[in-house]
């Protein structure tokens, strides 16, 4: 963009001053109470196809379909992911889910991405033993724990993940006004876009992950138990 400069020395000269500028859009908070999921703010990206997002009622809806993995694998991530611009700088990332995963494989959570293939990840998982919380950093094709608890259902809906420099904490809340602090690391990782993630994937035994998550791999093999669909609803995103 251009702006026009003045320098006063008796007269005034003026000076256009041409600046190269890689400013991004201005992240935005969204309590979903429009009638759609506004074009503009936000991008589902969806690799396989056959997710669903919608908006009623103060509620986000999204679907994750069943059959392939949903999932970060070591060849492609093929989770899906609501996100929208941020600038590579500090964020605080909240949101409130109205429902939890409740099958084996099913996940979702808050996204803080520099590509597909490179994420923060704050997630509620299904669990043995019920719902429970994860942070992982996938990075790669690699999906590394950082922080991994159990928590009892009521005491998991909202989400906070927060980054100071290249700190990332992370939070949860039964309430949204008392928070846990749950861990925290010192990564250097950028970021690009922020959001929701969700996902899900089949059960077995015997085949690798490349099998499962390649869809290029003439070797692919289909799940002993394909993945069942998942339905998220989400009260609120907000960045400060």
């Known amino acids: 963009m251009s702006r026009i400069c003045l320098r006063g020395n008796g007269i005034f000269v003026v000076l256009f001053c041409l600046l190269g500028s890689t400013a ?4 935005q908070s969204d309590d979903f109470s429009g009638g759609a999921i506004d074009p503009a703010v936000w991008t589902l990206q969806d690799p396989l196809g056959g997710a669903l997002v919608g908006q009623a009622a103060g509620l986000l809806t999204l679907q994750v379909p069943g059959g392939p993995d949903h999932h970060p694998g070591t060849e492609t991530n093929t989770a899906v992911h609501l996100l929208q611009d941020h600038p590579d700088t500090d964020l605080s990332l909240e949101t409130r889910f109205e429902t939890l995963p409740t099958e084996a494989g099913h996940f979702q959570g808050l996204v803080a991405a520099a590509d597909d293939r490179h994420q923060i990840l704050w997630l509620i998982l299904a669990g043995a033993n019920g719902p429970r919380l994860g942070a992982y950093l996938y990075q790669g094709g690699y999906l590394l724990p950082l922080v991994e608890t159990e928590r009892e ?11 100071e420099g290249d700190t990332w904490t992370f939070f949860d809340s039964p309430d949204g006004y008392l928070w846990e602090w749950r861990g925290a690391i010192n990564h250097p990782r950028a970021v690009t876009g922020i959001g929701l993630g969700a996902g899900n994937r089949g059960l077995d035994q015997e085949t690798t992950d490349r099998d499962r998550h390649d869809p290029v791999d003439p ?6 138990q394909p993945a069942t669909p ?8 907000f960045d400060a």
Do not use: K
């Open 230 to 237: 998942l339905v998220v609803e989400v009260d609120y995103f």
């Open 219 to 224: 070797g692919l093999t289909a799940a002993d």
């Open 24 to 27: 991004q859009a201005a992240p």
């Open 153 to 163: 259902p009521s005491a998991m809906i909202h989400l906070r993940l927060v980054r």
